[in-house]
């Protein structure tokens, strides 16, 4: 089992900066590549971004890239999520994903073993 608990989210305005973080307990957080995923109000959840066991590689949805940046720290055993020139549309809860599948498998089948309870990102205009 891998415990993840996100927090640094709240109320920012449009183009400001936010920084998540996902704490993991459990097993070794480095096992897993990691995934950031967010649900606004009436609408699915999406893919945000992702990142490999390593830190070495990343991928990032299109509505954020250039603007988000995801890496981790493996001896903290914490995922980061740096939110730039925040836009309204990105109010969501986002949630951290666990998998010991490959990277793609986040953002492919936008699926994960293990998910975080969320925490809440509101931007306003």
């Known amino acids: 089992q891998v415990q993840l608990v996100e927090s640094g989210g709240g109320l920012v305005q449009a183009g400001g900066s936010m920084r998540l973080s996902c704490a993991a307990s459990?097993?070794?957080?480095?096992?897993?590549?990691m995934g950031w995923f967010r649900q606004g109000p009436g609408k699915e959840r999406e893919f945000v971004a992702a990142i490999s066991w390593s830190g070495g590689s990343s991928n990032y949805a299109d509505s954020v890239q250039g603007r988000f940046t995801t890496s981790r720290d493996n001896a903290k055993n914490t995922l980061y999520l740096q939110m730039n020139s925040l836009k309204p549309e990105d109010t969501a809860v986002y949630y951290c994903?666990?998998?010991?599948?490959?990277?793609?498998?986040?953002?492919?089948?936008?699926?994960?073993?293990?998910w975080g309870q969320g925490t809440q990102v509101t931007v306003s205009s």
């Open positions: 459990g097993r070794t957080f480095s096992n897993y590549a």
């Open positions: 994903a666990a998998t010991v599948r490959p990277m793609a498998h986040l953002f492919t089948r936008m699926a994960a073993e293990y």
